[in-house]
Structures are given as structure tokens and as C-alpha cells.
């Protein structure tokens, strides 16, 4: 069983930066894939960013390459999503998710979710 607890959301202006965390509760962090999803307004809730248990692999959506950057520390037990660049279209509640396997990039291949973080970008 995995328990996460995200943090870091919050209003940015257009072109700045936020960085998210979330931590983990649980003795088996370091054998989960982590990702990040995020969920706007009226929308599905999208993939954004996910790493390998080691964290020596990590892939993102298009609309965030270049610009977001995810990682991770076992011994903390904590995934880091630094978002730089922000646009008005990043608005949106961030999750942090966890599986007991590979990569995956849909929502529904993730078992544990955690209570969501806003982060809002004006204009």
C-alpha cells in the first residue's frame, strides 16, 4: 500500500516556474514507477510525466518536453516534477501516481493516487 501527498501548486505568472513534490509513505517507493498527471477544467486527466523506479529513464508529454522535468530520491522517498516556462494552458490540478510495474502512461494502469495539487498560470 502506497500513500502519496502532493505539494507546491499554486498562482504563477505566465513564464515562471513552480516545483512540485510528493511524498510517498511505504516501504516499497523504490520498486514504483511514479508519474504526474494533471486535470484541467472540464477535461480528462492527462499524462504529463513519468520515471522508472531507478529513475535512469523518464518520458513527457509533448506538450511539456523541454520545459518540465521530473526525478525522483528513494532514500526520501519523494518524485519531484520542476515546471519551468508555464503557460496559461498548464493550469490545472496536478496528481502524483504510483504502479508496481514499468512505465505506462494511461490513468488507468495506476493503483495509488494522491489528493492533487492546483497550480494556476494567468496570463
Known amino acids: 500500500q502506497v500513500q502519496l501527498v502532493e505539494s507546491g501548486g499554486g498562482l504563477v505568472q505566465a513564464g515562471g516556474s513552480l516545483r512540485l513534490s510528493c511524498v510517498a509513505s511505504g516501504r516499497t517507493f523504490s520498486s514504483y514507477t511514479m508519474a504526474w498527471f494533471r486535470q484541467a477544467p472540464g477535461k480528462e486527466r492527462e499524462f504529463v510525466a513519468v520515471?522508472?523506479?531507478?529513475?535512469?529513464?523518464?518520458s513527457y508529454a509533448d506538450s511539456v518536453k523541454g520545459r518540465y522535468t521530473i526525478s525522483r530520491d528513494n532514500a526520501k522517498k519523494t518524485v519531484t516534477l520542476q515546471m519551468n516556462s508555464l503557460k496559461p494552458e498548464d493550469t490545472a490540478v496536478y496528481y502524483c501516481?504510483?504502479?508496481?510495474?514499468?512505465?505506462?502512461?494511461?490513468?488507468?494502469?495506476?493503483?495509488?493516487w494522491g489528493q492533487g495539487t492546483q497550480v494556476t498560470v494567468s496570463s
Open positions: 501516481a504510483a504502479r508496481f510495474r514499468g512505465s505506462a502512461y494511461s490513468r488507468t494502469e495506476y493503483d495509488y
Open positions: 520515471i522508472s523506479w531507478s529513475g535512469s529513464t523518464t
